[in-house]
């Protein structure tokens, strides 16, 4: 399911944009005003009350709370999150609001698991995309679903989100993970295949040198 951010839904200055799922499974959005780090108090599609700075932590967790996928990239997804910074920063190390410090060796020793675990997960989330690479050791968190950042710099991070990615990102089914493998996997046997192929096509078959006879009375050599 894309949830495409079109002009009109672009927030304005002290604005957020919220999306939320209906009781039949329908996406929804909107444009909530901020107050400082929070939002303006609101009720979500189960009438429960909405308040904070994280923009849409629930729809984002009702996505994960479904997704059949491997338990690593859970851990993984989760541990991104909690790397999160609000505001600060030094000459050497600059602000970096609404971007994360960390390499997948980084995430690896954080969380235990292994450099396949890590590496799928990252290259999982990032095909969605919740998450891209933004410089070395550097990533940014799709700021339409989550960003623990003050509210002055929130539209500066969703505009350098749009240039680098554009409007559109999904919200994957419970089945979807599955599907990312398979076609990821015909995907690599297909190149291996043809890289198969094109090296039988450049090999040269080397032509036998004739024996040569045994001379009478005397053996061949072996």
């Known amino acids: 399911m894309g949830a495409a951010m079109a002009d009109r839904l672009l927030p304005a200055k002290g604005q957020r944009v919220i999306t939320e799922l209906d009781r039949k499974g329908n996406v929804i959005v909107r444009v909530q005003t901020i107050r400082s780090r929070e939002f303006e108090s609101g ?20 996505v994960l709370g479904s997704l059949r ?10 541990k991104v999150l909690s790397l999160q910074r609000m ?8 602000n970096t609001s609404g971007y994360v410090r960390t390499t997948q060796r980084d995430l690896q020793s954080r969380t ?5 675990t890590v590496s799928e997960a990252m290259q999982y989330f990032s095909s969605l995309p919740w998450i891209r690479p933004a410089g070395r050791g550097l990533l940014q968190l799709n700021p339409f679903l989550t960003v623990a950042i003050g509210s002055g710099d929130h539209e500066r991070v969703q505009q350098e989100w749009l240039g ?7 919200l994957p089914g419970p089945d979807h993970p599955a599907e990312w493998r398979e076609i990821r996997a015909t995907a690599k046997d297909a190149a291996k295949k043809a890289k198969q192929a094109a090296v039988s096509e450049n090999v040269v078959p080397m032509k036998r040198a004739p024996g040569r006879k045994a001379q009478p009375g005397r053996s061949a050599a072996l």
């Open 164 to 170: 680098a990615v554009g409007d559109t990102f999904l």
């Open 69 to 78: 996928a491997p338990g690593g990239w859970f851990q993984t997804w989760c």
């Open 112 to 116: 235990g698991l292994s450099a396949a």
């Open 87 to 94: 505001g600060g920063g030094t000459p050497k190390r600059p």
């Open 43 to 62: 009720y979500d599609s189960l009438g429960e009350p909405v308040l904070g700075y994280v923009t849409d932590a629930r729809i984002m967790l009702e």
